[in-house]
């Protein structure tokens, strides 16, 4: 059961890590979603192209920058909507990744692929678990921590010593895209093949994880790990219980949705308190 929990984890914390870095620069990234499924049809083409699976990772990691890269660039230079153009983005990348199959390969469905990636993967989870440590102490002990700190909460601060907030949002946002590819990218090598429609609302979860994680590294973790033993415990029931496989599958994200109103009514009433 542990390496389930791991499998269903990992993808998911890297993702909510990525959103929290661009939540913290005040600009959340909506496009997680397409991010990650995005990440996990390159790495599914490049591999089914015969490229080492390093350089199927690397275009992964490209990929990942660039949609972000085009959400900023659309965001802090257009003034678009945050929101509707991360949901757009989320919309157009399946549409784009069938007509590049369809072109491609012939067909729009799945793409099965044989790598060798049992090693990179554990050296992949390793880091990953390691983290939200690095990232929390990046923030508190490092110039490039002040200056996402900074983004967030004082952006007039960073004006006056000739700091450009653009530029940091960008490339927060550009982080978190890459974040989110790289996640897709363990999806499609654990499965050994890139289904249409794999992400399965995984980018959208991660961001309801920042917020249950009080918006901490190590408090996202946490999250992480409760919703993906939650995940693995309704997919064991399923097979004990002669109920609806759809009860189960939608078990964690009712319980997520329940603790992300809770956490947000406990804000609210320590806020609420007097002094």
Do not use: C
Not at 114 to 142: D, R, W
Request: glycine share 10%; charged share 10%.
């Amino acid at each position: 059961m542990a390496v389930e929990v791991l499998a269903t984890l990992t993808p998911l914390l890297l993702a909510a890590l990525g959103g929290w870095i661009s939540e913290r620069v005040g600009t959340l990234n909506i496009s997680l979603e397409g991010g990650i499924t995005l990440g996990a049809f390159v790495t599914a083409w490049a591999l089914q192209m015969q490229f080492p699976l390093s350089i199927a990772l690397s275009f992964s990691l490209l990929a990942g920058l660039m949609i972000g890269m085009f959400l900023a660039f659309l965001h802090l230079r257009f003034m678009t909507h945050l929101f509707i153009t991360g949901l757009g983005i989320n919309l157009l990348i399946p549409a784009v990744i069938q007509t590049l199959s369809q072109r491609t390969f012939g067909h729009k469905g799945t793409l099965a692929f044989s790598a060798n990636a049992e090693t990179l993967i554990l050296l992949i989870t390793v880091f990953i678990l390691t983290l939200p440590i690095i990232l929390g102490l990046m923030m508190k002990h490092s110039h490039f921590g002040t200056l996402i700190r900074a983004t967030g909460s004082d952006q007039g601060l960073l004006a006056e010593r000739g700091y450009s907030v653009s530029r940091i949002r960008g490339m927060a946002l550009a982080l978190s895209s890459a974040a989110a590819a790289l996640a897709g990218s363990l999806l499609v090598l654990r499965v050994g093949a890139y289904v249409p429609g794999m992400g399965a609302g995984r980018g959208w979860i991660a961001l309801v994880l920042v917020w249950l994680g009080f918006r901490r590294p190590m408090g996202i973790l946490l999250s992480t790990t409760i919703f993906a033993f939650l995940t693995v415990f309704g997919d064991l029931l399923q097979g004990y219980w002669n109920l609806p496989p759809t009860l189960f599958l939608g078990i964690p994200h009712i319980l997520a949705l329940l603790a992300l109103i809770l956490a947000s009514g406990a804000r609210k009433s320590r806020r609420r308190e007097p002094l």
